[in-house]
């Protein structure tokens, strides 16, 4: 429930992302800071619903349809956490999980770049 939550608002805060970044590039003013809160914001939103489903597999909560589906009692410590991925939705989550550490990255370069960041 918390995880959709979360990628509910990560939704939300990206496509304010794009429309603010959007915007910066056309030219408003005030548009970049508010671009930067809303990338951070999706990023937050989506560590969160990545932290919950770890959480979730480690702790076998099999209540959950992909924990049931794809996790086990019986599984070691390191195929546990590869269960994160075993599924569709799991490798979804991971590559977006991978794709907001990378922005968060360039965020950080870009913003000490000068005018580069909107047009990244």
Do not use: C
């Not at 994160?84 to 990378?102: K, N, R, V």
């Not at 922005?103 to 047009?119: A, H, N, Q, V, W």
Request: hydrophobic letters at 50%; a neutral charge.
């Amino acid at each position: 429930m918390i995880g959709n939550i979360a990628l509910t608002l990560a939704l939300v805060a990206g496509v304010f992302t794009i429309i603010m970044y959007f915007l910066t590039f056309r030219g408003y003013q005030n548009t970049l800071s508010l671009a930067r809160v809303g990338f951070h914001t999706t990023a937050i939103m989506v560590l969160t619903a990545s932290a919950l489903l770890l959480h979730a597999i480690l702790t076998h909560q099999y209540q959950y349809k992909y924990v049931y589906n794809y996790s086990g009692s019986d599984l070691p410590l390191g195929l546990l956490i590869s269960t994160f991925y075993a599924g569709q939705e799991g490798s979804f989550l991971l590559w977006i999980l991978f794709t907001a550490i990378i922005g968060l990255i360039l965020l950080d370069y870009t913003s000490k770049r000068g005018d580069l960041e909107p047009r990244v």
